[in-house]
C-alpha cells in the first residue's frame, strides 16, 4: 500500500507560481511511477505530468509544457509540481497519483493508476 497526501495549493494570480507537493509514505521501497492530475469544475478529470520511477523520464501535456515541472526527492519521499505562469484556466483541484513500475504505458489514463492523494485546491484569479 502506498499513501499520497498534497499540500501546496491555494489562491494566486495569473502569472504567478506554486509549488505543490505529494507526499509518498508507505511501500516506498518498490519502484513506483507518479502522475498528477486535476479537474475542473464540471470537467473530466485530466493528465498533468507523469515521472518514471527512474526520474529520469517525464511527460507533461500540452496545456502545460513549459511551464510545469515534475520531479521527486527520494530522500524526503516527496514528488512536487512546480507550476509556473499560471493561468485562470489552470484553477482546479489537484491530485497526485502512484503506480508500481509499468514502463511508461498509459500513463495518461487515471485508471492505471492504483494510489490516489486527497486533492488540493489551485485557484488564479485573473
Known amino acids: 500500500q502506498v499513501q499520497l497526501v498534497e499540500s501546496g495549493g491555494g489562491l494566486v494570480q495569473a502569472g504567478d507560481s506554486l509549488r505543490l507537493s505529494c507526499a509518498v509514505s508507505?511501500?516506498?521501497?518498490?519502484?513506483?511511477?507518479m502522475g498528477w492530475f486535476r479537474q475542473a469544475p464540471g470537467k473530466e478529470r485530466e493528465f498533468v505530468a507523469y515521472?518514471?520511477?527512474?526520474?529520469?523520464?517525464?511527460y507533461y501535456a500540452d496545456s502545460v509544457k513549459g511551464r510545469f515541472t515534475i520531479s521527486r526527492d527520494n530522500a524526503k519521499n516527496t514528488v512536487y509540481l512546480q507550476m509556473n505562469s499560471l493561468r485562470p484556466e489552470d484553477t482546479a483541484v489537484y491530485t497526485c497519483a502512484a503506480r508500481g513500475y509499468t514502463g511508461s504505458i498509459y500513463y495518461t489514463r487515471p485508471q492505471r493508476y492504483d494510489y490516489w492523494g486527497q486533492g488540493t485546491q489551485v485557484t488564479v484569479s485573473s
Open positions: 515521472l518514471a520511477w527512474s526520474g529520469a523520464t517525464t
Open positions: 508507505g511501500r516506498t521501497s518498490s519502484p513506483y511511477e
